[in-house]
Each structure stands twice: as structure tokens, then as C-alpha cells.
């Protein structure tokens, strides 16, 4: 993002931290406006001017890698809560906010982040308390993220990580089936047929995305990576029930992976609503107005 927006400056400001000081950047934008039973705070920035840059207050929450993170590029909306994922309307003016993650009106709460898988990383609810952008760290001009569909280059991320989600519960069938010398067995030969097509399936899929883009097709790439996203979404969750059910119980017991790739997959499949991608496809495809990047209706 910063290579695509920002400024030569602040490419070589930046640029010169991951390089030399090994400094990792994250880029946020959730803020969930409908709380869920129970859940009595509430998510959300307000981004006011002020003499010199913009001031932050607010809560967001899936915050990737806070914590480990120095840098975090925030997305955020001067027109109101949401980020540009939960805006109400068009963020049409999103701002990119670089923010340094030492600054100490930034707080992290570690207790918000409690997930059924992904407890490997960390996604946690971030709290700004009048953070100071001066304009230097305003990455490129309000809304040009949305305008350029930078977001569009990051959706196919989603299908390469449910593929390999895939393709881990495929070798440890294969490995445990003739293990246990099942190989002769009809229905566990079903099972593994349709594992192995469904990942040849998923690959070239990815490689057609990835030739559209290489081609400079931009249009048709675009819309092709969530097609690749939806689908792989599926056959990488069909992937790990047929690796179950042909291996058995047995195969959800630690130290199996099988048991932390399902719930893995599960929770990461969430980030984006697979029902809203699917609408933007058939959107396109009817000739409607549609938004490839967060999918809105
Ligand atoms: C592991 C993980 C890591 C993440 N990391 C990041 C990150 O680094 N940066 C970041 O910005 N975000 C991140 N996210 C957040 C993610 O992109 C979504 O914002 C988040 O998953 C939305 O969750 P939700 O519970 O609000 O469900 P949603 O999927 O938003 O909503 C659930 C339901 O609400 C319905 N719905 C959605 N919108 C509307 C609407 N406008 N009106 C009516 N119904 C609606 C849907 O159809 C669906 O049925 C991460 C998420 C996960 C799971």
C-alpha cells in the first residue's frame, strides 16, 4: 500500500525500517457496528482535523498482529465510525493513517482475542485515544485506496491460505490411509478422488488469477479473485470433511493437525462474508453496480 500511495519520502522513510530495523507493518480496517448478544463495547473511530493532521479516537477490533507490529496502517473514515469494511456508506474520503504502535495513547486489549482456531496469532481489539497523524503520515489522497480497488489485490490472499488449509489435510489422509492399509477400500477411494481434484481444482483456479494479473487484464482479474476466493472457500472446507470422514475419529485427536486445521479454516474463512462475496459475483455478472472490494451490498 505504501509502495502503490505513498509518497518518495515516505517510501524512503519506511521503507528504510523494514529494511534496516526489521520493523513489521499491519493495515486495519474492522470496525463491526452490530454489537453481538452480550457484547456491551462498542467498536468504531472518529477522525476529527486538527492544526497540522488528523486526531483518532476509538476502538477497532481484528487488529492482526498488534502487539508484534510497530507500524499499522489504519483505515479510517472522517464521514463516521466503520472503517472501510463496516462504513455505512461510501468512504468514499477513507484515509490511510501510518500509526506508530509505540505512541502511548495506542492500548492494545489482549483479553478480547479468545478464538475457536487461529490461536497462533493474534487479532486484537485496539484502543486510540487522541493519536496524532500529522500529514506525513496520511498515505496517499482521501480515498484513493478504494478508488485505485487496492483491496482487490489482497483478495485472492484468502484462497491461496484455505488451499494450503486443503492441501495439509489431504497429505495427512493420504499418509494415514496407507498407513492403515485402506487404500483398497471403494469409499475411501471416493473420498481421496474428490480430495485431489478439488486441489488441482483450487490451483488452477489461483494460476488463472494470477495469469489475469500478470496480463495487466485488471478488470477481469479483479472479479476472477473473488470468484477464486468463494470457491476455494468450499472445496477447501469439502477438503477437510472428506480427509475426516475417510480417516476417522482417531484423525481429530492430538497431536493430529486435522483437528486444528478444521478450526482453523472455520474461523479464517470468516474474515469477509462468503454469502456477500458470492452476491458481488452474480452483481457483475448481471450487469449491476457492484463493490469489489468489501463486497457491500
Ligand atoms: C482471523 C481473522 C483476522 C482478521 N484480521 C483482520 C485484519 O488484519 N484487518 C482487518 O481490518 N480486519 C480483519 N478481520 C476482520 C474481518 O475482515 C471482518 O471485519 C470480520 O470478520 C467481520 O466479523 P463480523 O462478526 O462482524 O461478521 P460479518 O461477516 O461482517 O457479518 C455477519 C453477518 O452479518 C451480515 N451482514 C454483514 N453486513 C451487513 C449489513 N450491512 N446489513 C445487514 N447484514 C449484514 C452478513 O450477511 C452475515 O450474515 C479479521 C477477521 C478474522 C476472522
Known sequence: MIDALGTAEQKRRWFAGVV?????????????????????????????AADGGWVLHGTKAFATSATGA??????????????ARHARGTADGLLLLACDLN??????????????GMRATASHAVLFDGTFFPYDRVIGEPGSYLAGQWQTAFVPHYAASFLGAAEAAYDYALAYLKHQGKSQDPYVQQRVGRMAVNIDTGRLWLRHVAGLWDEGRLEEARIAGSRARHLIEHLA??????????CGARSLVRPSPVERILRDLTFYQRHDNDDHILATIGRAA????????????
Open 103 to 116: 505512541d502511548p495513547t495506542v492500548t492494545v486489549d489482549t483479553s478480547w482475542w479468545d478464538p475457536v
Open 237 to 246: 472446507e469439502e477438503t477437510v470433511h472428506h480427509c475426516i470422514r475417510a
Open 70 to 83: 510497530r507500524w499499522a496502517i489504519l483505515l479510517v473514515d472522517p464521514a463516521g465510525p466503520g472503517g
Open 20 to 48: 534496516e530495523r526489521g520493523e513489521i507493518w499491519a493495515a486495519w480496517s474492522g470496525e463491526p457496528q452490530s454489537p453481538k448478544p452480550g457484547e456491551d463495547r462498542r467498536f468504531g473511530t472518529t477522525v476529527a
Open 286 to 297: 448481471l450487469g449491476e453496480s457492484f463493490d469489489p472490494s468489501f463486497h457491500k451490498p
